[in-house]
């Protein structure tokens, strides 16, 4: 089984910097994925890591450490637009197209 | 540039029902997934195809079946629909059985 953890809810002030972690317990790990959703809507790819490291991808960055079952996701330069739910998600080592295994979300609320 | 289409965007029914709920994956994209999402739940994975064959099986009720056709559009069926069944279900589709899962905007699903 897995077990994906994330803290339920953040707050941050527009402009500046935050940052989400995600911490996992797999029986099995072939990459994990930050998605952010709006409320009633799909979720929206925003990063993927299957290697130790960080990976940039303009204001969002996301990092990931295998042996510790962590990763973080960075989001820069806040704006407004940012307040939705993040999610950590990881994916197994089966052999076949595996579903993905979502974290709880966390809810992201910038402020002015 | 094309996304995933899910339709209906919108469907009630009753109890004991059935209902149909179509994807059509991004062109080209030849694996489809479906996850079901309850009203502030994360999005649980239900079943996957890659090539027009079953590849992964989560927790799709035996209520439940899907396939997916030549065209890699897919289908999930729901019978003996219950209250418990309402929620948003999401399909994804990616190119190939292990790369990056993009979601269509989902079927809301009220069973009254």
């Known amino acids: 089984g897995q077990n994906i953890d994330q803290p339920t809810e953040m707050t941050a002030t527009e402009g500046a910097i935050v940052q989400i972690n995600c911490t996992y317990q797999?029986?099995?790990?072939?990459?994990l994925f930050w998605y952010q959703q709006h409320a009633g809507e799909a979720p929206t790819f925003l990063s993927y890591?299957?290697?130790?490291g960080l990976e940039e991808k303009g204001r969002f960055s996301s990092f990931l450490s295998r042996s510790k079952g962590y990763s973080y996701l960075l989001l820069k330069e806040l704006q407004m637009k940012d307040s939705a739910s993040y999610l950590c998600?990881?994916?197994?080592?089966?052999?076949?197209?595996?579903?993905?295994?979502f974290g709880k979300g966390t809810h992201l609320i910038i402020q002015p | 540039a094309a996304g995933v289409i899910q339709s209906p965007r919108h469907l009630i029914k009753e109890k004991r029902e059935t209902a149909t709920l179509k994807c059509y994956p991004i062109?080209?994209?030849?694996?489809v997934y479906w996850y079901q999402q309850g009203p502030g739940q994360d999005p649980q994975f239900l079943i996957s195809?890659?090539?027009?064959?079953?590849?992964d099986k989560g927790s799709i009720p035996d209520r439940f079946s899907a396939q997916q056709f030549s065209d890699y559009h897919s289908e999930l069926n729901m019978s003996s629909l219950e209250l418990g069944d309402s929620a948003l279900y999401f399909c994804?589709?990616?190119?190939?059985?292990?790369?990056?899962?993009?979601f269509g905007a989902g079927t809301r699903l009220s069973v009254l």
């Open positions: 994804a589709s990616s190119l190939g059985n292990r790369n990056i899962q993009y």
């Open positions: 797999t029986s099995g790990f072939n990459g």
């Open positions: 890591n299957v290697l130790d």
């Open positions: 998600a990881v994916r197994d080592s089966g052999g076949g197209a595996d579903g993905l295994t």
């Open positions: 062109p080209r994209h030849d694996t």
């Open positions: 195809f890659y090539e027009k064959m079953q590849s």
